[in-house]
């Protein structure tokens, strides 16, 4: 019997290791009624319903308690896209962020790569839960700190539309915020998984979650031009993974 468990465990996580998707073309996940292709963790097993609700057309989240919504499919090699904004903020109730490469088994916080929602920081790289890359390593310290961005912020006032955009390139993550490159790392010790959104405090809306291709197909003109923009130039990181050294 136990052999028999062991077997079946085997064949689950294969399955599931080899359902990842690769991007082909141009996808809103949120499909601006409802969770279709959603599910939830919350801490302490907390009602869903509670912090998280469509309305209007968007997602609002109130930001309590902490947990996440993440993607029922796993995927690798995309740019993800989300555009949200912050209702209200307050001391310790300022902060989301974007999850990409999620592993199992969902818990508040599983192992992925954040690209950082808080306000003031977006843009920041954690890698959690036992992830790690380079430039992480090199800093010396535990998973409470980020690979910080450069220069200043890119964010809009509050209550104004934010796009964050996280490019996954095999082993390599880049931070957009609203268009603009902040930060980049490499090397990560996770390349592919599910993609999700924090609850963390900030109460915010989201009106698009939308998925891409590293390399952007022709004929796309309902696409945002600053997106297409921004996989057009970062094209080359793919490029980059495949030249490297092995």
């Given amino acids: 019997m136990k052999s028999a468990a062991l077997i079946l465990l085997f064949a689950v996580n294969f399955c599931v290791a080899s ?5 082909t073309q141009y996808t809103d996940l949120f499909n601006g009624k409802n969770f279709d292709g959603f599910t939830f963790c ?57 999850l990409v490469y999620m592993q199992l088994p969902d818990k508040v916080w599983p192992m992925c790569v954040q690209n950082q929602g ?19 390593l090199a800093l010396g310290k535990d998973a409470n700190t980020p690979v910080a961005f450069k220069g200043g912020p890119n964010e809009h006032a509050i209550g104004e539309w934010d796009t964050n955009t996280t490019v996954c ?26 993609i999700g959104i924090q609850s963390e405090g900030a109460e915010i809306e989201i009106k698009q979650i939308a998925i891409a291709p590293l ?6 003109p309902h696409m945002d031009p600053g997106l297409l923009d921004i996989m057009d130039a970062r094209r080359h990181a793919l490029e980059g993974v495949n030249n490297e050294p092995h």
């Fill in 19 to 23: 359902d990842v998707i690769t991007p």
């Fill in 42 to 98: 919350m801490k302490n097993d907390a009602d869903p319903a509670a912090t998280w609700i469509v309305t209007n057309g968007l997602i609002h989240c109130t930001g309590t308690p902490t947990g996440y919504l993440r993607t029922t499919q796993t995927y690798s090699n995309y740019v993800i896209t989300v555009v949200w904004r912050f209702v209200k903020i307050a001391p310790k109730k300022d902060n989301t962020g974007v």
């Fill in 118 to 136: 808080k306000s003031g920081r977006q843009g920041d790289l954690f890698v959690m839960a036992g992830a790690e890359c380079k430039e992480h």
């Fill in 169 to 194: 390139a095999g082993n390599h993550v880049l931070a957009f915020i609203n268009f603009k490159p902040l930060n980049q790392i490499s090397e990560c010790t996770i390349s592919s998984g599910f």
């Fill in 215 to 220: 390399l952007p197909a022709p004929n796309k």
